[in-house]
């Protein structure tokens, strides 16, 4: 599983009646900020590999 895959899966928020159950709540806002900054993070890090390359 990828790692955004993973944080994804994380960021769902179920309700106490949904513990147990496979039913999603909304993705908690917090989660949702954090997965943008980790994703900004990767691109800026390919956008390193690749200026390195040249």
Do not use: F, N, W, Y
Request: proline residues 6%; hydrophobic residues 30%.
């Amino acid at each position: 599983m990828r790692q955004e895959d993973k944080l994804l899966h994380l960021s769902v928020d179920t309700t106490p009646e949904a513990k147990g159950k496979e039913t999603e709540a909304e993705p908690h806002p917090l989660m949702l900020a954090l997965q943008e900054k980790l994703e900004a993070q990767g691109a800026e890090q390919e956008k390193i590999k690749e200026e390195l390359k040249s």
